[in-house]
């Protein structure tokens, strides 16, 4: 796929059709994550996947908006070893990265996914933790669904000119 088609016909898929990912298909989408870029290159990130249908079911029952995991193939948690910074606090915006990446590449990969947030909200981290046994100091950051989309989703406009400024506001 083009870069350009990649980036500007990814969309938020939340209604998943019958279908199985692939090992292979994982390595990749969780390679193209792993190569996002990093603060001082410290790449804080792990990924947990999760196809067991009960643990997809436990995570509906404390996120709000993940009903789209009743139906997805997976999920992948996208976490941190803050323990293992060297620049605090930019764990964040690493993880926010590969997220990003990782929904790239589900794209590319003609499945659809789904980003769930979980941090900030300490009810939401606190739970994800427990439910995936994440050890003291590893920090959730993110959930995406996987699936094989139930329909193809056209491209809204989103190109919004007055919002580029030019040497100053």
Known sequence: MEAYDCLLNRRSVREYGKGSISEEVIARILTAAMY???AGN???WHFVVI???ASLDRIMGFHPHAGMLRDASLAIAVVADATSEKFPGYWVIDC???TE???LAVHAEGLGGC???IYPREDRSEALARLLGLPQGVQPHSLVAVGVPSSAH???ERFEPGK???EKW
């Open 36 to 38: 996002a870029p990093s």
């Open 42 to 44: 410290q790449r804080p």
């Open 51 to 53: 196809r067991d249908r």
């Open 96 to 98: 926010s990265a590969a």
């Open 101 to 103: 990446n990782l929904l």
């Open 115 to 117: 980003w769930l947030g």
């Open 154 to 156: 056209s491209r809204p």
């Open 164 to 166: 580029i400024h030019r």
